[in-house]
């Protein structure tokens, strides 16, 4: 088993003074305590040197909520993984559904995107998850294996890479999918990654969960086989919110 990564995807949310209140309260809790799992935080762009300031050596790991796939370039408005690293950046997050969808992301792009990552050397958190209408169609486990093939990167090191299943009809809904569901994904996903990388480097993957999760449900979540941690957006934004879900 893996130790868990508990990973806050802020969204387009906060403001300078959010973050120092959030991390603030985060930071005096993980420095007291020798918890179980890994904590990042994902801000938007013009959050991160304000996060990455207040984290500077502290036992939490902060994150970009996206990448170009060039080093650099007249990419108006886009950030490049290496300037992430440059900053401080342990990870970032690549293919979000919010990006796929807002943005157009194809798997392609997701590839190139956590492509440029791993050579800048951060960890991306590869997104992956279907819509309800694939569900519907009993199509998920196609979709999922599709991306899984397209969105990681050909040469990529098992160790240094995350993915997180989030099925897209549970992302800010209030819905979550089953135990059941959870496991059946879960666990394709690692046979996924064991066909790619042999059983023992699969293993070691984090696979996260994200779609809705929140206290009340982390625990059952987080207890399903191969869930290693989860992606949290609306309950990242509290900290003993967040907290509760990582620690318990
Ligand atoms: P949610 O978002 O926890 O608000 O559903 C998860 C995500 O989009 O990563």
Known sequence: MVR???????????????????VGGLLSKIEQQD??????????????????????????????QDCHANVSGAHTGDTSAELLKDIGCGYVLTG???????????????KAKSTAALKAGLTPIICIGETEGERVSG??????EQQVTNSLPDDADSSAIVLAYEPVWAIGTG?????????????????????????EA??????????SVKPSNAAELLAVSNVDGALVGGASLKVEDFWAIGVR
């Open 139 to 144: 199509n998920t486990l196609k979709v999922i």
């Open 35 to 64: 918890v179980s799992a890994d904590f990042v935080v994902c801000p938007p762009a013009a959050l991160l040197g304000s996060v990455l300031s207040l984290a500077k050596g502290t036992k939490l790991s902060v994150g970009g």
């Open 96 to 110: 979000h559904s919010e990006r796929r969808t807002d943005h157009g992301e194809t798997d392609s792009d997701v």
């Open 202 to 211: 699969a293993n070691k993957i984090n696979i996260l969960y994200g779609g």
């Open 175 to 199: 819905k979550t999918a089953t135990p059941d569901d959870v496991a059946e994904v879960h666990n394709f996903i690692r046979e996924l990654l064991v066909s790619r990388f042999g059983r």
């Open 4 to 22: 868990k990564l508990i990973a806050g995807n802020w969204k387009m949310n906060g403001s300078v003074s959010f973050a120092s209140e959030l």
